[in-house]
């Protein structure tokens, strides 16, 4: 059985000792109580305390100086009670995060809520959870231990040898753009660069200059030669995410490219030699987007020699869990902390079915790592679906406002919510990506609502 949190008292005070020793919030405490003659900070970490309670006496407390630089201060919950003189150290300790700091006349029943909060926190933290581990399997940059990501990885293993194209066919945020370039790494290109850039993003005027390059003056703000990606990329690979966003009369310049391996710069006099492999990925369905015309079959033909399937995280068994584990890990080691998760959630992260897969697992691992003191319980854990379901979806939008300036507040905020990701705010919103940008083209011309 687990062990009960404890809790320090170092309080001189008798009517507050005595209110304090009266609350269930204490007594549900393993209790230590201090010697008063003695120093108790080497009685507090003596005792290894999870909750400390101290009067603090502004004059002589030598302690609490030592505290402020106290490896202690960042393993204990501190709850002072001073009379309210101006205490600097005080301020100081509070100011770096050591916990609650009441003054006279003291309101028990805020201490013992308070308390409360901090015991239900450390009982419900799960010893053999670790926090600074990670226990899942690596493969370049992805992991994983599951086995349709060990499927995966003999897939990439296989395919980097080659040099033949590869299609990387997956829902959003499955981690399309770390295979395409763990495929980088375990190929014979990998001393040569991997350059991605996201089709969906480029404003249709400058495709053929950012693919292609141009020379100097070539067009009006052309004042020196530029290289495309696929120059960019030479030796190397080039990764086309998003590559059905590609507006349909460009993609044929791009076949042109794959069948000759030559290009093009814009104004330019010569052909130049393209020595690149391409990875391309999409999160459409690519039989339908080829019947709705979006995308060119002949071009999918060319890219596809080697079609790769990036498994939703809902296909990967246990590794939801273990990436939850992961980064935090990392985020633990990054700022020297031992924040865990609970096992109930564990339990949440395990049975929600991640539709933003590891990108808004990754996402709401960050939130609640912000939002979680010690332990990362499930309220913590902010979802998606959790989101979607807000009360009223006209919340917010006060009477007499404009159309325009709705469409505006909509079309940004949802951005916002893809982290910029454009074909997903067009899905999201019903709006096909050219009118999401013809829209965000106007906006940059006007002023912010
Ligand atoms: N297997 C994995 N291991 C570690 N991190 C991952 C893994 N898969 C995805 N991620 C992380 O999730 C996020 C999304 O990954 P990525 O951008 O590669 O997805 P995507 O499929 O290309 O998404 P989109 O289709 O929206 O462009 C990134 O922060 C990435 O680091």
Same mark, same amino acid.
């Given at each position: +059985? +687990? ?52 009067? $603090? ?53 805020? /201490? ?5 909060? $901090? ?29 349709? +990501? *060990? ?7 296989? $395919? ?47 495709? #053929? ?13 052309? !004042?020196?030669? *530029? ?15 998003? $590559?059905?966003? +590609? ?78 584990? *992961? ?30 897969? /590891? ?14 003191? !010690?332990?990362? !319980? ?65 906006? #940059? ?5």
């Amino acid at each position: +059985m +687990m062990s009960l949190p404890k809790l320090f008292l170092h309080v001189q005070d008798p009517t507050l000792a005595s209110d304090l020793l009266a609350l269930k919030g204490v007594l549900q405490y393993e209790l230590n109580i201090s010697h008063h003659e003695e120093n108790w900070l080497l009685q507090l970490t003596a005792s290894q305390c999870d909750v400390a309670l101290i009067e $603090v006496h502004s004059d002589q407390d030598e302690s609490l100086s030592a505290l402020i630089h106290h490896p202690i201060l960042s393993q204990t919950e501190f709850f002072f009670f001073s009379q309210g003189e101006p205490d600097e150290r005080l301020d100081k300790l509070i100011q770096k995060g050591a916990g609650f700091h009441y003054r006279a006349p003291f309101n028990v029943n805020l /201490v013992a809520s308070s308390l409360n909060e $901090v015991f239900s926190e450390l009982s419900h933290s799960s010893p053999q959870v670790t926090t600074q581990t990670s226990y899942l399997d690596q493969f370049g940059l992805l992991v994983g231990s599951s086995s349709a +990501m *060990h499927t995966l990885y003999r897939t990439i293993r296989k $395919v980097a040898a080659t040099n033949t194209n590869a299609f990387i066919i997956g829902e959003s945020g499955t981690g399309k753009e770390l295979i395409a370039n763990t495929l980088h790494v375990f190929s014979p290109r990998a001393d040569a660069p991997f350059v991605a850039i996201n089709c969906g993003a480029l404003s249709p005027e400058l495709i #053929d200059s950012e693919l292609f390059g141009h020379v100097k003056g070539a067009f009006t703000g052309a !004042h020196k030669d *530029h290289q495309g990606v696929f120059e960019q990329a030479e030796g190397g690979t080039l990764f086309l995410d998003e $590559v059905t966003e +590609m507006p349909y009369e460009h993609q044929v310049k791009l076949l042109r490219v794959l069948e000759s391996a030559e290009y093009k710069p814009v104004g330019a006099q010569h052909v130049k030699k393209a020595n690149v492999r391409i990875v391309a990925a999409t999160n459409r369905i690519l039989g339908n987007a080829i019947r709705d015309e979006i995308f060119r079959e002949d071009l999918y033909f060319r890219l596809a020699q080697f079609p790769i399937q990036s498994p939703p995280l809902r296909d990967r068994e246990g590794d939801a869990c273990g990436l939850a584990q *992961h980064f935090l890990a990392y985020r633990n080691a990054q700022d020297g902390l031992h924040k865990q998760l609970s096992d109930q959630s564990l339990e949440k992260i395990r049975q929600y079915a991640w539709p933003g897969n /590891v990108r808004e697992l990754k996402h709401a691992i960050e939130r609640a790592y912000i939002l979680a003191d !010690h332990t990362i !319980h499930p309220e913590h854990i902010i979802t998606n679906e959790i989101k979607a379901q807000e009360p009223s979806k006209a919340a917010g939008i006060p009477h007499g406002m404009r159309l325009d300036d709705i469409e505006k507040i909509a079309i940004l905020k949802t951005l916002k919510s893809n982290d910029g990701n454009r074909t997903d705010t067009a899905n999201q919103l019903g709006i096909s990506i050219k009118t999401l940008y013809n829209k965000l083209d106007k906006y #940059d011309n006007s002023p912010l609502v």
